[in-house]
């Protein structure tokens, strides 16, 4: 057990914490900055620098195409609702979006040893994981209420994007670390064959 802990880096993880805790309330604050309805709202920052209304924005786009792709009668109402034939309304709140799955994954990175142009490309691969994920899920669930699938009782479509995003991820870090491990290694010492 000792043997386990020594693999184990706590400032390491505890920055990890603190990154994925700074960026998702962020994202949650500069949320409430752009929101009408909030208290602090700053009508600068939602009519010219709103990131999350315009990342919202693609995914009620992407996923509304992919409905459309499957037959379903879907059409974007407003910035945050969709709705399918007059009287069934999705609405797509902040937490729809996946800014905790993507503040794990970018903490994730930036954490790393990696080069600035490496953390940059893998933070894009897996922010377009995350959004294209959600997307399916959305573009799922109005497929599934316009042909009257069944819901499950033991898991809803939150919980599925969780599980999905979390495996992506996790295949993401695999991956990462893997070439993370091979980029450090000497450029004369080579990859070792056991690898």
């Known amino acids: 057990m000792l043997q386990t802990f020594k693999f184990f880096n706590v400032k390491s993880f505890l920055k990890l914490i603190a990154l994925v805790l700074v960026l998702y309330y962020f994202f949650l604050g500069y949320g409430a900055l752009v929101s009408p309805e909030g208290n602090q709202y700053s009508a600068f920052l939602d009519h010219n620098l709103n990131f999350i209304d315009w990342y919202r924005r693609t995914i ?14 879907s059409y974007i109402v407003s910035h945050q609702m969709m709705k399918l034939g007059n009287n069934i309304e999705f609405e797509i709140w902040f937490p729809c979006l996946g800014f905790g799955v993507m503040s794990f994954w970018l903490s994730f990175v930036v954490n790393s040893t990696s080069s600035l142009k ?10 377009l994981a995350i959004w294209f994920i959600n997307c399916l899920r959305i573009a799922l669930l109005i497929i599934s209420v316009d042909r009257n699938w069944p819901q499950s009782s033991y898991i809803d479509h939150h919980d599925m994007f969780n599980i999905m995003a979390y ?3 996790a295949t993401l870090m695999y991956y990462y670390s893997k070439n993370d491990r091979q980029e450090q290694l000497e450029p004369n010492q080579g990859i070792p064959a056991s690898i």
Do not use: Y
Request: glycine share 8%.
């Open 118 to 127: 490496r953390k940059f490309t893998w933070s894009i691969v897996g922010i």
């Open 167 to 169: 495996i992506i991820i």
């Open 60 to 73: 009620m786009v992407f996923s509304n195409t992919i409905a459309h792709a499957f037959g379903a009668n």
